[in-house]
């Protein structure tokens, strides 16, 4: 099947300071992709959806000027959180459609991120 | 909106056991409905798709179902093995558009 490669894996960082997260479609062309959020022991929660060229659709609850979504290109989708706090520390995951239909889905591995 | 339930939480057997999780949806209108594995820290990996049309669907020793009308899924996992040990998540969808999931079922299996 298709392959969603997001990086990084894991990352730590101090309160305030911003981490960028890549999801790359490696070998297909995604022109929707989507970012979940994960808290242990919880559902995975869409928080929004990246549509290549445009903006991206927040789902209700989600601050889009904390978690700023760029979408530039067919094979790239990257979520931002900036000013991170202790309470953003979760796991992001990512997923790409490839085509319209979604039994298309493909999933990234994941980032868990730690906020100290 | 839709709403997806997982039932149970977690659930722990002995090697060889047959078991079945159970999904819930509050929204017949789907498109498919899908399940994952889901282990510690890790992605998704896909199990099963069901269609909207399908009434099940096989894979090895999975067998997932799908009875639209009542919004209930089934996957059975028959001679349960340690190795199955990991998070089960269902989803359902529309075409085109995001997954919605439950909180799954953490399944342990002991040797």
């Known amino acids: 099947g298709a392959v969603v490669s997001q990086h990084p894996s894991w990352v730590i960082c101090k309160s305030g300071t911003s981490v960028k997260i890549e999801c790359r479609s490696l070998?297909?062309?995604?022109?929707?992709m989507f970012w979940y959020r994960q808290f242990p022991k919880q559902s995975l929660m869409l928080m929004a959806t990246?549509?290549?060229?445009?903006?991206?659709?927040?789902e209700q609850g989600v601050e889009k000027d904390k978690f700023l979504i760029n979408h530039a290109s067919l094979t790239l989708s990257t979520l931002t959180v900036t000013s991170a706090h202790p309470e953003d520390s979760s796991f992001y995951i990512c997923?790409?459609?490839?085509?319209?239909?979604?039994?298309?889905?493909?999933f990234g591995s994941g980032t868990q991120l730690s906020v100290l | 909106k839709q709403e997806v339930t997982q039932i149970p939480a977690a659930l722990s057997v002995p090697e060889g056991e047959n078991l079945v999780l159970n999904c819930s949806f509050t929204?017949?209108?789907?498109?498919?409905l899908q399940w994952f594995r889901q282990d510690p820290g890790k992605g998704l990996t896909s199990l099963l798709l069901?269609?909207?049309?399908?009434r099940e669907q096989t894979s090895g020793r999975l067998n997932a179902s799908l009875d639209k009308s009542s919004g209930r899924s089934t996957l059975y996992i028959a001679a349960s093995q340690p190795g199955d040990s990991a998070t089960y998540l269902c989803?359902?969808?529309?075409?085109?558009?995001?997954?919605?999931f439950g909180k799954g079922t953490t399944l342990s299996v002991s040797s």
């Open positions: 997923s790409a459609l490839q085509g319209r239909a979604n039994e298309k889905l493909f």
């Open positions: 070998d297909f062309q995604a022109t929707t």
């Open positions: 990246s549509n290549e060229g445009s903006k991206a659709t927040y």
């Open positions: 929204d017949s209108a789907i498109y498919n």
């Open positions: 069901i269609q909207s049309s399908q």
């Open positions: 989803a359902v969808g529309e075409a085109g558009t995001a997954l919605i």
